[in-house]
């Protein structure tokens, strides 16, 4: 179980690596382009999605271990008023059971639902592919 849990970290270092090298513009000046077109501000590369996502979630680690409990993922959840079963969605996030979400949990995690929302598979996701774009396609839960 811990090589595979090894083996999604890496995977998600090298994605965000790739995707990081891939998507640096050029010294030269960007073209203008159009709203929703790649390069505009809205645009979300997968490093970007992660960190905004890290960012908010690790909010969630009140005793500041630099990892989540199921206790702090609940009192998180209950108090963005999020609805559903905060347990189930613990255990999504918790990929190697040890009953901890830690930050390589989350890249994972996030690579996976990124990738999701990439319907184009071009390692951006434009405003049209972001959740609640009045464009963009329901969510499955």
Known sequence: MISRSILV???SLQ???????A???PPTAAPLAAPGASGTRSDVTLAKFQKRREKAIMAADTDGD????LLEWEAFQ???????DAAK???RIDSNHDGFIDRAELNAFFAKRFARLDKNADGILTADEL???KTAPKQEQ
């Open 66 to 69: 630099g990892k989540i409990s």
């Open 89 to 91: 969605s613990f255990a």
């Open 131 to 133: 959740p609640g774009h």
């Open 15 to 21: 994605t965000v690596a790739a995707l990081a090298q």
């Open 23 to 25: 998507t640096t513009p």
């Open 9 to 11: 970290v890496a995977l």
């Open 78 to 84: 209950a108090k963005r008023n999020v609805k559903g």
